[in-house]
């Protein structure tokens, strides 16, 4: 039996999610957890590159993002290889997304610290998109730890 195409997200779809990824990976950057908690819904159920399964915003800022924001730097999506996928009805999406950071040993000195993400976004009534399951994982072969030591920006 022959299986439907996938359901690739128009082009303004698209482009909406890639620029919530854009505008989510700067606030990972800046170690701004006020300002990334409105892209994520806070009952969101998510698997990470630290914790296996979590519920809720807060475990997840408390069990991934502080074991990894403030110890890694410069963290982006790779938009130009980004897939979307979208329901039909455009109420969910999905971004398939390769990302990059950077990773510090216990002496300092960086490592390449790539890995790959899926979320998955509901459109909220207002026409916002929220996410509302992340899955990152680090790519093979490349360290758990790191010792980076930044700020948090706000909480």
Known sequence: MQALPLPQADAATAA???????????????????????FW??????????QELVRSRQAWTDTQWDN???RTADFAFDLANTEVLASPDGGMAVAITPWTSTGFHRDGTPFPRPGR???????????????????????????????????????
């Open 41 to 50: 819904h806070d009952a969101i159920v998510i698997f990470g590159t630290y």
């Open 117 to 155: 993400a899926t979320i998955v976004l509901a459109r909220q009534p207002d026409g916002r998109w929220v996410g509302v399951h992340s899955h990152m994982s680090l790519g093979k072969g490349v360290p758990q730890d790191s010792f980076g030591s930044r700020p948090i920006k706000a909480r």
């Open 68 to 70: 990894v924001w403030p």
């Open 16 to 38: 909406a999610i890639k620029d919530w990824l854009a505008r989510f990976a700067a606030c990972v950057r800046e170690v701004d957890y006020a300002g990334a908690y409105p």
